[in-house]
C-alpha cells in the first residue's frame, strides 16, 4: 500500500551516462514533484506537473527533463550526468499544487556519480 | 528567494525531554508546514497551521506562529529515542511551491 514510491532507490553511474529514475503514486493526487536534496539536506524544488501539465520548472540544467505519462506517474530522465549531479532526488505527490496541502513524499533515490 | 531557516541547526537531549525548533522566514505566507525527515527516508508531513491560526496541537507535537515576527516553532514533549531525525519547516510561496529551511537534526538518546 506505498502511497508514493520511486525506482530505483540506489543509482550508480558514470559521468556523461543518461538515467531516468521513475515515480509512481496511488494516492490520486493531481499533483506530483522532483525534489534533490544535496549533501547538506537542503531540498530544493526542481518540478512540478499539475494533471499531466508542467506548473514549475526551476532553474534547472536542460539536461533533467521530467515527463508525467499520466498523473499517477512523474519520471525524471537526466542526460549526460555529472559530478555535481549526486544527491537524493525525491518525487512527491499533494492533492492540489496551490501549497495549502501536505506533500507525500517517496523516500528518494540515491544518485552518486563516478 | 523565500526560505525558511531553522534554528539550532544541531539539537542533542535525552529522552524525555521537551525539544524546540524554531522557523524564520522572509516574506508572506498562507500556510506553514513542519516535517520530519528519518535517515534514508523521505519526508513525512507532521503538521501545518494556517496564516490566521496562532497555535495547534497533534499529540506531542505542539507548533505556534507568529507572522508579526514571521516565524513559527515547533515543540516536541516528552522526547523519544524514535524522534530522533531531522525537523524542517516549509512555506508557501506564491500558491505554488513549498520552500524547505535547511532542517534541525534533532537527537534523543536513552
Known amino acids: 500500500d506505498t502511497a508514493v514510491s520511486q525506482t530505483p532507490k540506489y543509482l550508480v553511474t558514470q559521468m556523461g551516462n543518461d538515467k531516468s529514475i521513475k515515480c509512481e503514486q496511488n494516492?490520486?493526487?493531481?499533483?506530483m514533484y522532483w525534489y534533490k536534496q544535496d549533501s547538506k539536506k537542503f531540498l530544493k524544488i526542481m518540478f512540478s506537473y499539475n494533471n499531466k501539465e508542467l506548473i514549475i520548472n526551476e532553474t534547472v540544467p536542460n539536461r533533467f527533463s521530467p515527463k508525467s505519462p499520466d498523473k499517477a506517474h512523474l519520471n525524471l530522465h537526466i542526460n549526460s550526468l555529472e559530478l555535481g549531479d549526486s544527491a537524493v532526488y525525491f518525487c512527491?505527490?499533494?492533492?492540489?499544487?496551490?501549497?495549502?496541502?501536505?506533500?507525500?513524499f517517496g523516500d528518494g533515490t540515491r544518485l552518486s556519480i563516478l | 528567494s523565500q526560505q525558511g531557516e531553522e534554528d539550532p541547526q544541531a539539537l542533542s537531549i535525552q529522552e524525555g525531554e521537551n525539544a524546540t525548533m524554531n522557523c524564520s522566514y522572509k516574506?508572506?505566507?498562507?500556510?506553514l508546514q513542519w516535517y520530519r525527515q528519518n535517515s534514508g527516508r523521505g519526508l513525512v508531513h507532521l503538521i501545518l497551521i494556517r496564516s490566521n491560526e496562532r497555535e495547534k496541537h497533534s499529540g506531542r507535537l505542539r507548533v505556534t506562529l507568529d507572522t508579526s515576527k514571521k516565524s513559527s516553532s515547533l515543540l516536541i514533549t516528552a522526547s523519544r529515542a524514535a524522534d530522533t531525525a531531522s525537523y524542517f519547516c516549509?512555506?508557501?510561496?506564491?500558491?505554488?511551491?513549498?520552500?524547505f529551511g535547511k532542517g534541525t537534526t534533532l537527537s534523543v538518546s536513552s
Open positions: 516574506t508572506s505566507i498562507n500556510n
Open positions: 512527491a505527490s499533494s492533492p492540489t499544487g496551490d501549497g495549502n496541502q501536505p506533500q507525500h
Open positions: 516549509a512555506t508557501d510561496q506564491a500558491g505554488t511551491a513549498l520552500i
Open positions: 494516492l490520486g493526487h493531481d499533483t
